[in-house]
Each structure stands twice: as C-alpha cells, then as structure tokens.
C-alpha cells in the first residue's frame, strides 16, 4: 500500500516510531496530536486536535483530506496510559478519561477515516491496544478499555472487510516510550523487573512497534484483518512462569 498515513499520538512515542517507520516502508506519513509540536521529518498536520472529540475530528479529518488528498492508513496511536489503583481508590474522573481517549477516541477516528475508506473501496487501519488486552492488569479503567479496543478492531474488520477496509491491532508489551519512562522514573515500575519477566529479557523498543505497524498497513499483509498482534519481546508467553520459579538463567 502506498500513500497517505494519518498517524495519530505522532508527537511523542510509539506515535512518532510509527511514522518514521511508515517513511522508510515507502508511504506518506501525516502526524497529528493533541499538542503542537515541531516534526523530526514526517509532515505534521499543524491544527493539535482531540482525537475523542467527534465534531472536531470530522472537521479536521474533511481538512486534512481537501488539503492533501484521501487518507489510505490510519494509525491510532494517540492514549494514555492507565493510573493504578484498586477500584476504591481510582477516581471515576480517571476512569472516564482513560476510556474516552483510549476507547472512544480510537472508535472515532475509525469512524470518521473508515468509513470513508470503505467508501472509496480501499484502506488499512492498525488501533494501537496492548498486552493488558490479552490479560488482567491493576488498571480498571485502561484494561477494559484496551480489550474493547480489540474488539472494536474485529468489530470494524467484519464490518468493512467486503468494502475492501482491513483493520488490525497491535499490542505493545512495556515499550520505551517517554510514557513509560515516567513510570520508571516514579519508581512504579522497574526496568530488570519488567525485562525478567518477558522471554527476549528486555523491553520493547518503539521503532518495533512501529515497523509492525508498517507491515500490517503494508500489501505484505493483504489478507490479514482482525487480529489483535502482541509485539510484547515475549512478555505474555513468559510472565506465566513466574508461577513455575522464574524463566531459565541463560547457563
Ligand atoms: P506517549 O505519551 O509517548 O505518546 C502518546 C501521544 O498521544 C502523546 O503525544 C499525546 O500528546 C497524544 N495524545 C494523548 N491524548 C490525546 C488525545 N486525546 N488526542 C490526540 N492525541 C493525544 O505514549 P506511548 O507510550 O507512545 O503510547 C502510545 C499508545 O501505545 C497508547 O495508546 C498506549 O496506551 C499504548 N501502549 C503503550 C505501551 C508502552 O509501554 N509505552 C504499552 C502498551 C500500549
């Protein structure tokens, strides 16, 4: 697939990866956030928008589209990550905003982009979920979010398959995003720890994030849709062993 990539979150992150990775597999990446910001190389589409927001997202999507021509991949990368608290103490305020970014911000950017897609008879869309949608985490407003993201994404797949529409998701695992690092930095999470836990003993790196991203949008991947894709460096499949003692020490 060639041409335009609307990639939202391009700003920092898995966002910002995802369009260098979508330049060098050869398609036009438009980056666009809720915050301005100046681009390292891909073309930013300057009015900041909020992706949750429904009348501004088809204002600025109808814009982006006069102005540079039909979107043929979507990216939702733009969210936040969860707080953690048990549910007595995670305010509903929390709560709401995780799932109106996460969730209904992701269903209204397809919404808008997909179905003129599917319009037009063409498109890919890859939603950004994570790992937390394939398993259970201390983060009641994030993960139920994240999971719906997944089911959202084979919702729209059925959807828009037979008008030529493929949609897909990928799930990061802990990825070094500057999201994360405030995490790492507040002592909530620790790096060896997250690393020991996952088969390939490290964290993901964002550019891998992002080329995966590339090859689901990519004719590489003409017949795939609906899936829900952990690049995790193996998080899910070795988390479990922890029950058993641990994973293997390399010896
Ligand atoms: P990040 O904070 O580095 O980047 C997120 C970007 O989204 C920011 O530039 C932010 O301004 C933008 N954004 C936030 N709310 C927005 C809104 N309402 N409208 C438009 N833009 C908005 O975070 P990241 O780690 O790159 O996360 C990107 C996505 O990946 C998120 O959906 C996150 O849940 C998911 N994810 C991240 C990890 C991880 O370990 N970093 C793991 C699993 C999933």
């Known amino acids: 697939m060639s041409g335009l990539v609307l990639v939202t979150g391009g700003r920092s992150g898995i966002g910002a990866a995802t369009g260098r990775a979508v330049a060098a597999a050869g398609m036009r990446p438009l980056l666009c956030d809720i915050a301005a910001f100046e681009p390292e190389a891909a073309d930013v589409w300057r009015i900041p928008f909020d992706v949750s927001d429904e009348v501004v ?5 109808g814009a982006i589209e006069a102005a540079l021509g039909p979107i043929t991949g979507l990216v939702n990368a733009a969210g936040i990550l969860g707080r953690m608290a048990p549910p007595h103490k995670l305010r509903m305020s929390d709560w709401d905003r995780e799932i109106a970014i996460d969730l209904r911000g992701t269903y209204v950017m397809c919404r808008e982009v997909g179905s003129r897609m599917a319009e037009r008879g063409a498109g ?34 059925a959807e828009w398959g037979g008008r030529g529409v493929r949609v897909n998701a990928v799930s990061p695992g802990f990825t070094r995003t500057p999201a994360l690092q405030r995490g790492l930095d507040a002592g909530v999470m620790e790096e060896e720890r997250l690393a020991g836990l996952s088969a390939l003993r490290r964290l993901v790196e964002p550019e891998e994030i992002g080329r995966s991203v590339a090859w689901l ?35």
């Open 57 to 61: 997202v088809a204002h600025e999507v």
């Open 124 to 157: 890919a869309i890859v939603n950004i979920a994570s790992i937390v949608s394939l398993a259970s985490a201390p983060v009641h407003g994030y993960g139920p979010a994240k999971a719906a993201v997944a089911n959202l994404t084979m919702t729209l797949a």
């Open 217 to 251: 949008l990519s004719d590489a991947a003409s017949a795939i849709t609906g899936i829900n894709l952990a690049v995790d460096a193996g998080f899910l499949c070795g988390v479990t062993w922890q029950a058993y003692g641990g994973l293997r020490g390399n010896g």
